[in-house]
Nanobody
């Protein structure tokens, strides 16, 4: 059973930058997506960004152009660099893994990101 462990997050002022990282507890074989979703209080969980192990990326509309996702296929980790942060980016950010062949989904426990002055 793969476990995803997030790091990063915290409090940042509007316009600031922050980075998140997520590491898988074991090697991931086969086609897969890693990435991030987020959930703000009272709202549904939404896509932030995903990246395939072939390098192709997908971003949620509200973060495109401000956030950047990358991954290390050797270490099986994924990172999210967030810039020009806005108060509406405040949410719990969850690391995500989908194994495309088996359609198994895995989630991290989440890390809080708060954008406030």
């Amino acid at each position: 059973q793969v476990q995803l462990v997030e790091s990063g997050g915290g409090l940042v002022q509007p316009g600031g930058s922050l980075g998140l990282s997520c590491a898988a507890s074991m090697r991931i074989f086969g086609a897969n997506l890693m990435g991030w979703y987020r959930q703000a209080p009272g709202k549904q969980r939404e896509l932030v960004a995903t990246i395939h192990n072939d390098g192709s990326r997908n971003y949620g509309g509200s973060v495109r152009g401000r956030f950047s996702i990358s991954r290390d296929n050797v270490k099986d980790n994924v990172s999210l660099q967030m810039t020009s942060l806005k108060p509406e980016d405040t949410a719990v950010y969850y690391c995500y893994l989908r194994k495309l062949l088996t359609k198994e989904d895995y989630w991290g426990r989440g890390t809080q990101v708060t954008v406030s002055s």
